[in-house]
C-alpha cells in the first residue's frame, strides 16, 4: 500500500514531532482513516521529505513523530511561470492541477478583453485560495516537494511588463518559430501566456510584441485554452526540461 503524502505548511527540518493542520487532520483522520501506528510522508515546501509515524489520534487532533528527513528534488530544470487567462467552470482547476503536475513553477492568473469571467474582490480572495489548495492537493499527488505559487489575479498587460529575465512566449497560428526552434532559452527559464477561450484581441496581440514576446507555434490546429497550456508545458519540458 502506498504510503500517503501530506503537505504541512511550517517547516519541519530539525523538529521531532508536528502537529497537522486542520485540513491534514481532517483528511488523514476522517477521509483516509488513519490510525496510531500508521506511517506518512510529510513535505513542508523545503523540497524535503520527512518520515513519520502518527502517535497521537484525538478528534481534533493529530500528532506525527519525524523518524527521517532527506532532501528529495524532483523540481525540473526548466522553471515555467504560466499566465493563464482565467478559464470558465472546472477548466482553470484542471489547468493549474495538471501544469502542476507537468512541473509549472509559478502561476498568475489573467484578467483580459476577451475573459468570459467575473469576480469581485472577496471572490477573487477565495478563489486564489482554493486555487492554491489545488496546486497542494497536485504536489501530494505527484510527488512533487516544492509547492508552486499561485500569485494574485493581474491584468494582462500588467503581467506581460514584468521583467524577470525568462524567455517571453505567446501562442500565434502564423508564428514563424516552433517550440523546437526556438532562438534561445535563457536559464531563468519561459514566461508562457495562454489566453482566453476567445484568444487575445489584437491589440493584446500587438502589446505582447512591444513587450517583447516571441510568438511561437503549436501545430496545425487550434486548441482550447486548458488543452493549449498542458500541450505547450509538456512539449517544453521535452525538448528543454525533463521529460526528455
Same mark, same amino acid.
Given at each position: 500500500?502506498?504510503?500517503?503524502?501530506?503537505?504541512?505548511?511550517?517547516?519541519?527540518?530539525?523538529?521531532?514531532?508536528?502537529?497537522?493542520?486542520?485540513?491534514?487532520?481532517?483528511?488523514?483522520?476522517?477521509?483516509?482513516?488513519?490510525?496510531?501506528?500508521?506511517?506518512?510522508?510529510?513535505?513542508?515546501?523545503?523540497?524535503?521529505?520527512?518520515?513519520?509515524?502518527?502517535?497521537?489520534?484525538?478528534?481534533?487532533?493529530?500528532?506525527?513523530?519525524?523518524?527521517?528527513? @532527506?532532501?528529495?528534488?524532483?523540481?525540473?530544470?526548466?522553471?515555467?511561470?504560466?499566465? @493563464?487567462?482565467?478559464?470558465?467552470?472546472?477548466?482553470?482547476?484542471?489547468?493549474?492541477?495538471?501544469?502542476?503536475?507537468?512541473?509549472?513553477?509559478?502561476?498568475?492568473?489573467?484578467?483580459?478583453?476577451?475573459?468570459?469571467?467575473?469576480?469581485?474582490? &472577496?471572490?477573487?480572495?477565495?478563489?486564489?485560495?482554493?486555487?492554491?489548495?489545488?496546486?497542494?492537493?497536485?504536489?501530494? @499527488?505527484?510527488?512533487?516537494?516544492?509547492?508552486? &505559487?499561485?500569485?494574485?489575479?493581474?491584468?494582462?498587460?500588467?503581467?506581460?511588463?514584468?521583467?524577470?529575465?525568462?524567455?517571453?512566449?505567446?501562442?500565434?497560428?502564423?508564428?514563424?518559430?516552433?517550440?523546437?526552434?526556438?532562438?534561445?532559452?535563457?536559464?531563468?527559464?519561459?514566461?508562457?501566456?495562454?489566453?482566453?477561450?476567445?484568444?487575445?484581441?489584437?491589440?493584446?496581440?500587438?502589446?505582447?510584441?512591444?513587450?517583447?514576446?516571441?510568438?511561437?507555434?503549436?501545430?496545425?490546429?487550434?486548441?482550447?485554452?486548458?488543452?493549449?497550456?498542458?500541450?505547450?508545458?509538456?512539449?517544453?519540458?521535452?525538448?528543454?526540461?525533463?521529460?526528455?
Amino acid at each position: 500500500m502506498r504510503i500517503p503524502r501530506i503537505y504541512h505548511p511550517e517547516q519541519l527540518l530539525g523538529k521531532q514531532h508536528c502537529i497537522l493542520s486542520e485540513d491534514a487532520t481532517n483528511h488523514v483522520g476522517r477521509v483516509l482513516r488513519m490510525n496510531e501506528g500508521d506511517e506518512l510522508v510529510l513535505f513542508d515546501g523545503s523540497n524535503h521529505i520527512f518520515n513519520g509515524i502518527i502517535d497521537l489520534v484525538s478528534k481534533k487532533q493529530i500528532s506525527v513523530k519525524i523518524t527521517q528527513s @532527506q532532501l528529495d528534488d524532483r523540481e525540473s530544470s526548466l522553471p515555467i511561470h504560466l499566465g @493563464q487567462v482565467i478559464s470558465r467552470g472546472d477548466r482553470m482547476e484542471f489547468t493549474i492541477q495538471k501544469s502542476v503536475e507537468l512541473g509549472v513553477t509559478t502561476i498568475t492568473p489573467l484578467w483580459s478583453e476577451r475573459c468570459g469571467v467575473k469576480l469581485d474582490g &472577496e471572490r477573487q480572495d477565495k478563489k486564489i485560495q482554493q486555487w492554491q489548495k489545488i496546486a497542494i492537493s497536485a504536489c501530494e @499527488q505527484c510527488g512533487r516537494n516544492v509547492i508552486p &505559487e499561485i500569485r494574485p489575479i493581474m491584468k494582462l498587460t500588467d503581467w506581460c511588463k514584468e521583467q524577470d529575465g525568462m524567455l517571453k512566449l505567446n501562442l500565434h497560428p502564423r508564428a514563424k518559430y516552433t517550440l523546437k526552434s526556438l532562438p534561445n532559452v535563457p536559464k531563468e527559464g519561459i514566461r508562457l501566456l495562454i489566453g482566453s477561450e476567445g484568444g487575445l484581441s489584437p491589440e493584446e496581440i500587438a502589446m505582447t510584441e512591444t513587450e517583447n514576446f516571441t510568438e511561437v507555434l503549436l501545430g496545425k490546429r487550434i486548441l482550447r485554452t486548458e488543452t493549449a497550456s498542458l500541450a505547450t508545458i509538456t512539449a517544453l519540458q521535452l525538448l528543454y526540461g525533463d521529460l526528455s
